[in-house]
């Protein structure tokens, strides 16, 4: 069989199918290993559409919050595939961190399940908020990639456990349990992970001590030789939604001010009959139209 034939007979082009731009967790690791700084963005509740932003922009990292919480863990669990889809779609590239509530690991052999569901629909990582160890083992050596979280845990988690969202790690003990949980986790198949609200220099040590990335958020005041190998944002904060920006916020635009501004620059066009325009819009052929009239008016 000639080459052309070949060709035409072999639909699939190549064995594997995937983009090989995709920001895998391999990437992520050699970031780390090469010194280059990880960015990882949050979209929260603004959609899609923002990852995609983010990943045209060069963002590596999005971590998604688990899908439609809002109507309870079970309906997060059961829509996550379409919503996971919905993501990778916008944004074939980018590294997708997906948040899984407590019900999706509750049972070592369903967090498996959960977990390879969330990867095939499109999620290069599963964020598991406080997995135990035995679980994260059992899931890591079945070849689920988890990329976690330490320090303060988001939710219910972190207001039974502190009160509230509050700073940790601020005593030598305290550092040194949250460094250990980083440890563990690391020793037990965690591929990556975000530390949260605990001192700058402690989230340096971690992010020198461990071998995985380690990125930070609300991680006190890092940079130069105290520092981790990256920083994340919630995309509220970027683009200032927030009532009250947190402590380690940085608004970079206010995405409200300028949507209102765009809206009511159209709405005012179509009052003020600015809207549309010759350049809008087209028309039909004379003799058409001459025709249609005529037969308008005998109806």
């Given at each position: 069989?000639?080459?052309?034939?070949?060709?035409?007979?072999?639909?699939?082009?190549?064995?594997?199918?995937?983009?090989?731009?995709?920001?895998?967790?391999?990437?992520?690791?050699?970031?780390k290993?090469?010194?280059?700084?990880?960015?990882?963005?949050?979209p929260?509740?603004?959609?899609?559409?923002f990852?995609?932003?983010?990943?045209?922009?060069?963002?590596?990292?999005?971590r998604l919050?688990?899908?439609?919480?809002?109507?309870?863990?079970?309906?997060?669990?059961?829509?996550?595939?379409v919503?996971?889809?919905a993501?990778?779609?916008?944004?074939?590239?980018?590294?997708l961190?997906?948040?899984?509530d407590?019900?999706a690991?509750?049972?070592?052999?369903?967090?498996?399940?959960?977990?390879?569901?969330?990867?095939?629909?499109?999620?290069?990582?599963?964020?598991?908020?406080?997995?135990?160890?035995?679980?994260?083992?059992?899931?890591?050596?079945?070849?689920?990639?988890v990329?976690?979280?330490?320090?303060?845990?988001s939710?219910?988690?972190?207001?039974?456990?502190?009160?509230?969202?509050?700073?940790?790690?601020?005593?030598?003990?305290?550092?040194?349990?949250?460094?250990?949980?980083?440890?563990?986790?690391?020793?037990?198949?965690m591929?990556?992970?975000s530390?949260?609200?605990?001192?700058?220099?402690?989230?340096?040590?971690?992010?020198?001590?461990?071998?995985?990335?380690?990125?930070?958020?609300?991680?006190?005041?890092?940079?130069?030789?105290?520092?981790?190998?990256?920083?994340?944002?919630?995309?509220?904060?970027?683009?200032?939604?927030?009532?009250?920006?947190?402590?380690?916020?940085?608004?970079?635009?206010?995405?409200?001010?300028?949507?209102?501004?765009v809206?009511?620059?159209?709405?005012?066009?179509?009052?003020?009959?600015?809207?549309p325009?010759?350049?809008?819009?087209?028309?039909?052929?004379?003799?058409?139209?001459?025709?249609?009239?005529?037969?308008?008016?005998?109806?």
């Open positions: 069989m000639n080459e052309e034939m070949k060709k035409y007979f072999s639909p699939m082009p190549k064995m594997s199918m995937a983009d090989k731009r995709r920001k895998t967790i391999n990437y992520l690791q050699q970031c290993d090469e010194g280059k700084k990880i960015v990882q963005h949050c929260s509740m603004l959609g899609p559409m990852t995609m932003a983010a990943g045209m922009a060069g963002v590596d990292i999005a919050s688990p899908a439609e919480l809002r109507y309870g863990a079970y309906k997060a669990l059961e829509d996550a595939p919503y996971l889809a993501y990778r779609q916008m944004s074939p590239t980018i590294h961190n997906y948040v899984t407590t019900i690991f509750a049972d070592k052999n369903e967090a498996l399940k959960n977990f390879s569901v969330f990867h095939m629909a499109g999620a290069d990582s599963v964020l598991p908020m406080g997995i135990n160890n035995e679980t994260l083992k059992f899931v890591a050596d079945n070849h689920c990639i990329y976690g979280h330490v320090g303060a845990l939710g219910w988690q972190t207001n039974g456990l502190y009160g509230g969202y509050k700073k940790l790690g601020k005593t030598a003990e305290d550092a040194l349990k949250i460094f250990k949980t980083a440890y563990e986790y690391q020793e037990n198949g591929k990556a992970m530390v949260e609200l605990i001192p700058g220099e402690v989230s340096a040590k971690i992010a020198k001590k461990m071998r995985v990335p380690v990125i930070g958020i609300a991680s006190g005041c890092t940079g130069g030789d105290v520092d981790v190998d990256g920083y994340e944002m919630v995309d509220a904060d970027l683009f200032g939604l927030m009532a009250k920006p947190a402590m380690h916020a940085k608004t970079y635009a206010n995405f409200l001010e300028f949507a209102v501004g809206y009511g620059a159209w709405a005012n066009d179509v009052r003020t009959n600015n809207y325009q010759e350049a809008n819009g087209w028309h039909m052929d004379e003799a058409e139209l001459e025709k249609f009239n005529d037969a308008v008016e005998k109806f």
